[in-house]
């Protein structure tokens, strides 16, 4: 029987687009014991105007030959958008280029943001989805071709006006393209901030995503949205419990193990903590952990189940 949580483990620090920190940053990942890496791949220079910079892709197969964890996925674009009908061909090149490096890399997974606009000029919220959902079956079909899975992740509303999905709705976009290589990633910490900001029960939100969720990204924070401009340092964002923190498991206020008895995703879901190392070192041993904890849970009730 297929586990529900498959693996757990880290993101790696994104670079400056030198590679110089890649190796190094899968290090730590690896030495902290994961099974599963998440690389911020959209950060190191690999793709031109939607082209494989060969040479690029050379050093970065060198480094990655290195490793062998259980689960390797990629973090596409943080701008990748598919309501931005301007840049849409654009976005659609590089997603195709990022799943090629999922293929050639021997990543497992895409993650992509979920898209957002500024409603307006006879724009609704369901032209926005239509188009979203058209690129994401395209994108998806291409997936199958390589064997990887596309994970839609929930954003949460960044300025006035912007038309942004819910949790929920993400869950919705997930059905309505109804494809076995397109699943949903449950970002926790954003699913509590735009719960907040829209007035939604955020738990409500969870259970809404968890049935057709695959991927998780797991920080912690206070579910505040942003209500200052500026932070001289992240550490004042931390002190004030402002926004998305990114904060080890246990510094906000999220309710871990009650949310991980409750909720179930699909087979073979990988957990990821976004908490970096080049903050929280010394938080990480406890963090892994208490991940894996919160993996029994949601595994141990299923086998309770059969």
Not at 32 to 43: D, K, L, R, S
Not at 221 to 229: D, H, I, K, R, V
Request: net charge negative; proline share 2%.
């Amino acid at each position: 029987m297929t586990e529900i949580i498959s693996a757990v483990g880290f993101c790696n620090h994104t670079g400056k687009g030198d590679l110089s920190t890649l190796e190094a940053s899968l290090r730590i990942v690896a030495d902290t014991g994961a099974e599963a890496c998440e690389v911020g791949i959209y950060g190191e220079e690999i793709v031109s105007g939607g082209r494989i910079i060969e040479e690029r892709f050379a050093r970065t197969a060198a480094i990655l030959s290195n490793y062998r964890f259980k689960k390797l996925s990629f973090h596409g674009q943080i701008c990748s958008n598919f309501m931005d009908a301007a840049n849409l061909h654009l976005q659609k090149k590089v997603v195709r280029a990022m799943l090629e490096l999922c293929n050639r890399l021997g990543a497992g997974i895409l993650v992509h943001h979920s898209g957002a606009a500024q409603l307006g000029d006879g724009v609704t919220g369901t032209d926005l989805d239509k188009m979203e959902r058209e690129a994401l079956h395209e994108m998806a079909d291409l997936a199958k071709t390589y064997g990887v899975r596309m994970v839609l992740e929930n954003i949460f509303t960044t300025e006035s006006g912007q038309y942004r999905q819910t949790p929920s709705q993400v869950a919705e976009t997930v059905r309505a393209v109804g494809h076995d290589n397109l699943a949903a990633l449950i970002d926790f910490s954003h699913a509590y901030i735009e719960s907040t900001f829209k007035g939604l029960n955020f738990r409500d939100q969870l259970r809404a995503m968890a049935p057709v969720t695959g991927h998780l990204h797991v920080h912690d924070s206070f579910g505040l949205p942003y209500t200052m401009e500026k932070f001289y340092h992240p550490a004042e964002a931390t002190a004030l419990g402002i926004g998305d923190l990114h904060l080890p498991l246990g510094w906000g206020d999220i309710a871990w193990e009650e949310i991980f008895s409750e909720l179930t995703f699909l087979p073979d879901t990988t957990l990821i903590m976004e908490i970096g190392a080049e903050r929280f070192a010394a938080e990480q041993p406890a963090c892994l952990e208490r991940a894996h904890k919160l993996a029994a849970l949601v595994n141990e009730r299923r086998k309770a189940a059969a």
